[in-house]
């Protein structure tokens, strides 16, 4: 940013402000939360988020400083929810992602699918897309979920959005372009895995253990100490 549009001090104070109320709003929803998945905490958390990040960029933008917070999926944040409060219908957006790990372990189930259903003609078994065509066209995608190993395939990231509408779609109205209206403000609550998630948590971990190992090491090294001291009182004695 040049130093025409530079960040006033003001502005700075302001973002700290605001700041400071999101995470008093986001307190208090923490505390009247109706269960696990409360949307209001949800909510009070990508507001936080927003806040928090526009703190830091002016911050930097005006003093070349950083905060020292980082908030878990801050970027992809969803904005607030401006949605009706009572919703009369919802749709279920959900993406999951595979590897085809075992590829002969996919081939030999989709052949097992297709000798059970005795159907002429060239078997779609003898590919991988031809497998996956009939895997998926036998089996619920939960089910494949549960039992992707077992069907050669590997897990990657998964999403599931629950986004909320005043009125049903008419049947057929999306199906040319299903993923293609979503509308961020429209989203109740969206579940996410990864395996980020699970690497942030090794390395907290990692962290954990390493400390636990100079603590031991500590402990050894006046236990050692503890053994001369005693072995000197005796050659005195």
């Known amino acids: 940013m040049s130093d025409a549009a530079q960040s006033t001090a003001a502005e700075v104070r302001a973002a700290a402000e605001a700041v400071k109320t999101a995470l008093d709003r986001h307190l208090a929803a923490v505390e009247r939360r109706s269960g696990e998945d409360d949307p209001a905490v ?23 400083e950083v905060t020292p917070f980082e908030i878990p999926g801050a970027e992809d944040a969803l904005p607030p929810y401006a949605g009706p409060e009572e919703p009369n219908a919802l749709s279920v957006l959900i993406r999951r992602d595979y ?13 097992r699918i297709e000798a059970a259903e005795g159907e002429d003609g060239a078997p779609a078994s003898g590919t991988v897309h031809g497998a996956l065509g009939l895997l998926f066209g036998e089996f619920e995608p939960d089910e494949i979920a549960s039992r992707h190993k077992e069907f050669g395939l590997e897990e990657g990231d998964s999403t599931l959005w629950v986004t909320a509408a005043d009125e049903p779609a008419e049947p057929g109205e999306w199906l040319e372009a299903p993923f293609e209206q979503v509308d961020p403000q429209q989203v109740v609550c969206r579940f996410d895995v990864s395996a980020v998630f699970d690497d942030e948590i090794d390395d907290i971990d990692d962290e954990d253990d390493e400390d636990t190992d100079g603590l031991e090491d500590e402990l050894d090294s006046d236990l050692d100490e503890d053994e001369d001291l005693e072995s000197l009182d005796a050659d005195r004695r």
């Open 42 to 64: 949800y909510e009070a958390f990508n507001q936080l988020a927003a806040a928090a990040e526009v703190y830091d960029e002016l911050l930097y933008d005006r003093y070349d």
């Open 99 to 111: 590897a085809v790990a075992e590829p002969q372990r996919l081939l030999a189930q989709a052949q």
